[in-house]
């Protein structure tokens, strides 16, 4: 259904493909991350969406250069643009329920026009999903926002599905669209994860999750410390899905991850940290360097995990020349 490539760029194809300016950290490869599906696919363009479905998902994706859209304030204008783009694609073709969207903003943690990038990001974010009509808190997608290399153009893909998700919240942190205003004006709008059910098998989205209880950083100057505390809060996810889908069938060694990294020093530290809380479950992470949203976090990890029939196929990454299925 599609591709995001981090590391490498690939040649035009029918499959809609996404280059991510975040490099591969441990590995000498790219990474492809490769969502696949059994059932019939169709692919095209809405707008300057590209896309491809199935009769219950589409995968889209969409890159808009901040040099497209004028001089003020050009990434607030260049998110609106591509949520705006993203949501008349969604309406047009009838996927209106985002379950799980990446973004990817160069140099998020900068600050240029008075205000943080990432909180640029967040203002326009939320403007266009109130301009769509879509929700900005409760039942919301899961989501990432992480930093790209300098001049990258702002990247965003997504899944979407004609039946919503169901959003899963931490009970150890404050809903993100909830964040007091120290955060910035407008909240980050996001759900902690998010379940998306079909046929005998459900889809598990886990958020871009680091070392945050209530709404405050924790061990800012630990990096073995923000490691664990990260894998706290996603056991903790894992629990209330469980909880809300009625089985306990998500586990830490279910999921397949994406750690991504500040600084590439601290590398060592994070994988003895996922070695010793994952055992040979570690191999199923890829390590990317990305600056995060908060200039006090160091490390975030998001996950996504198949059960049942969703797992048959559906989704791998592969990094250099392994393939890790979800």
């Not at 926002?145 to 599905?161: K, N, T």
């Amino acid at each position: 259904m599609g591709i995001a490539t981090y590391g490498a760029e690939l040649a035009a194809t029918q499959v809609p493909t996404v280059s991510v300016n975040t490099p591969v950290l441990g590995s000498t490869g790219a990474v492809y991350e490769v969502w696949r599906t059994s059932q019939a696919v169709e692919s095209g363009m809405q707008g300057r969406i590209r896309y491809a479905r199935t009769a219950d998902m589409l995968f889209g994706c969409i890159a808009v250069a901040e040099s497209d859209v004028g001089q003020r304030t050009p990434l607030y204008m260049a998110t609106e643009r591509a949520y705006r783009e993203i949501f008349q694609a969604l309406d047009a073709l009838g996927y209106p329920h985002l379950a799980r969207i990446w973004n990817y903003v160069s140099e998020i943690n900068r600050d240029t026009h008075g205000l943080e990038r990432y909180k640029q990001f967040n203002s326009a974010r939320q403007a266009a999903m109130l301009a769509a009509q879509r929700p900005v808190t409760g039942n919301v997608s899961a989501a990432c926002a992480l930093g790209a290399a300098e001049g990258s153009p702002l990247v965003v893909y997504f899944l979407a599905s004609r039946q919503a998700a169901t959003s899963i919240e931490n009970p150890r942190q404050v809903s993100a669209y909830h964040y007091p205003p120290q955060y910035g004006v407008h909240s980050p709008v996001f759900s902690r994860a998010a379940v998306h059910r079909e046929t005998d098998g459900m889809t598990l989205f886990i958020s871009g999750t680091a070392s945050i209880v209530g709404h405050q950083t924790l061990h800012a100057e630990d990096i073995a410390a923000q490691t664990r505390e990260t894998l706290t809060n996603i056991e903790v996810l894992l629990d209330e899905t469980n909880r809300v889908t009625g089985a306990k069938r998500f586990t830490l060694e279910t999921l397949a991850y994406k750690v991504y990294v500040r600084h590439p020093s601290d590398l060592p530290v994070i994988q003895r940290e996922l070695r010793s809380a994952l055992g040979p479950a570690c191999a199923r992470a890829v390590y990317l360097q990305a600056d995060i949203c908060r200039r006090d976090l160091s490390v975030e990890i998001e996950a996504t995990a198949m059960v049942g029939a969703a797992a048959k196929g559906r989704t791998t990454v592969r990094r250099s020349t392994a393939e890790h299925s979800f």
